[in-house]
T-cell receptor, first 117, second 110 residues
Framework: GAVVSQHPSWVICKSGTSVKIECRSLDFQATTMFWYRQFPKQSLMLMATSNEGSKATYEQGVEKDKFLINHASLTLSTLTVTSAHPEDSSFYIC?????????????FGPGTRLTVL | DAKTTQPPSMDCAEGRAANLPCNHSTISGNEYVYWYRQIHSQGPQYIIHGLKNNETNEMASLIITEDRKSSTLILPHATLRDTAVYYCIVRGYNFNKFYFGSGTKLNVKP
């Protein structure tokens, strides 16, 4: 199957700093990528849809100024958590839709664990 | 998208078949049933999907009832590495978004 990578795999930062997480589709082009957040023992929560060359669309209740998304190319989307606070500590997962694939499934990255001190 | 209902947890003996049920009674005619699983601290992994016919691949089988209101994911010979949270998701084929429910935690025991 198609491969999606994330970098970094884990990050620890101080409260008030910003953190950037990268999501790359390694062997396919993805016009659309998605960002999820997962708290311990909970399910994945869709945060936003990242569209190449246009503004991201955010799910209800997700602060777009807090979670900046940039989808500058067909293989890269970035999520920047601005002015991070301890409550932003979570597991962030991206996925990419293989627009060229026959089944329209999504492929998920391995996740990035963010810890804000 | 239709809402899905899954049991919170199930146990299965290693080597036996694991049958994971999913209820999606409000599914509409153009919505597919997708199954993903998430092993601890990893991203979800695609397993299988179907519309109305039963499907089988190298990982699992998907049985969808005739009225499409429920489905069962079958892992024919569960191994310890199949211990994970399994998510059943219903989504229209041309829709992008996946909304995850609470899933079923499958515990495969030796």
């Amino acid at each position: 199957g198609a491969v999606v990578s994330q970098h970094p795999s884990w990050v620890i930062c101080k409260s008030g700093t910003s953190v950037k997480i990268e999501c790359r589709s390694l062997d396919f082009q993805a016009t659309t990528m998605f960002w999820y957040r997962q708290f311990p023992k909970q399910s994945l929560m869709l945060m936003a849809t990242s569209n190449e060359g246009s503004k991201a669309t955010y799910e209800q209740g997700v602060e777009k100024d807090k979670f900046l998304i940039n989808h500058a190319s067909l293989t890269l989307s970035t999520l920047t958590v601005t002015s991070a606070h301890p409550e932003d500590s979570s597991f962030y997962i991206c996925s990419a839709r293989s627009s060229g694939g026959p089944y329209n499934e999504q492929f998920f990255g391995p996740g990035t664990r963010l810890t804000v001190l | 998208d239709a809402k899905t209902t899954q049991p919170p947890s199930m146990d299965c003996a290693e080597g036996r078949a694991a049958n994971l049920p999913c209820n999606h009674s409000t599914i509409s005619g153009n919505e597919y049933v997708y199954w993903y699983r998430q092993i601890h601290s990893q991203g979800p992994q695609y397993i299988i999907h179907g519309l109305k016919n039963n499907e089988t691949n190298e990982m699992a089988s998907l049985i969808i009832t005739e009225d499409r209101k429920s489905s069962t994911l079958i892992l024919p010979h569960a191994t310890l590495r199949d211990t994970a949270v399994y998510y059943c998701i219903v989504r229209g084929y041309n829709f992008n978004k996946f909304y995850f429910g609470s899933g079923t935690k499958l515990n495969v025991k030796p």
